[in-house]
T-cell receptor
Framework: QKEVEQNSGPLSVPEGAIASLNCTYS??????FFWYRQYSGKSPELIMS????GDKEDGRFTAQLNKASQYVSLLIRDSQPSDSATYLC?????????????FGKGTKLSVIP | DTEVTQTPKHLVMGMTNKKSLKCEQH?????MYWYKQKAKKPPELMFV???????INESVPSRFSPECPNSSLLNLHLHALQPEDSALYLC?????????????FGSGTQLSVL
């Protein structure tokens, strides 16, 4: 069974610090990886996508992928209270005739002013 | 237009009722999805439509019936639901049903079954 594992947290960081969110996945053929942010009672919002090994930066966000270790991470620099949310890691794998996006259980981040 | 629009935002229904959830996108996306999310849990895939055809049904009970009338619309018909079906129902779309495509979610319908 394809699994995406995340530390559920909560992860608390002070305002201005770097928040580091981690994710591992079990399916070696997973090819695409996504980070979604979800505020309480709201729908998931795509923050980052990453498809190849290495780092990908977008503003204050950096996604890191290591396929050999089956590991994905998200760094949030200069964390703000508005970043407080649950962050969902997701991985896409090919299936029979289609593909599946599997979500981790999410890490709750709290940024303390 | 970069939105996936879901209606209604909230729905309360009895176990004998029939209701429908609606989803609409005008981004030209050819894949549309229904997800179910319980509190403090990740979204769980229910159905996938690729080019208006049902391509994935994740063993969802028949009391949930999806419909894709055209490339912009996706419905989820509900009948004889159980209280444990209470959840946030999320519609999503992607440009193509492809491994690398990003999913864009609607704001969801919060469903309560009494």
């Amino acid at each position: 069974q394809k699994e995406v594992e995340q530390n559920s947290g909560p992860l608390s960081v002070p305002e201005g610090a770097i928040a580091s969110l981690n994710c591992t996945y079990s399916d070696r053929v997973s090819q695409s990886f996504f980070w979604y942010r979800q505020y309480s009672g709201k729908s998931p919002e795509l923050i980052m996508s990453i498809y190849s090994n290495g780092d990908k930066e977008d503003g204050r966000f950096t996604a890191q992928l290591n396929k050999a270790s089956q590991y994905v991470s998200l760094l949030i620099r200069d964390s703000q209270p508005s970043d407080s949310a649950t962050y969902l890691c997701a991985a896409t794998s090919p299936g029979a005739g289609s593909y599946q996006l599997t979500f981790g259980k999410g890490t709750k981040l709290s940024v303390i002013p | 237009d970069t939105e996936v629009t879901q209606t209604p935002k909230h729905l309360v229904m009895g176990m004998t009722n029939k209701k429908s959830l609606k989803c609409e996108q005008h981004m030209g996306h050819r894949a549309m999805y229904w997800y179910k999310q319980k509190a403090k849990k990740p979204p769980e895939l229910m159905f996938v439509y690729s080019y208006e055809k049902l391509s994935i049904n994740e063993s969802v009970p028949s009391r949930f019936s999806p419909e894709c009338p055209n490339s912009s619309l996706l419905n989820l018909h509900l009948h004889a639901l159980q209280p444990e079906d209470s959840a946030l129902y999320l519609c999503a779309s992607s440009l193509f049903p492809d491994l690398n495509e990003k999913l864009f979610f609607g704001s969801g319908t919060q469903l309560s079954v009494l």
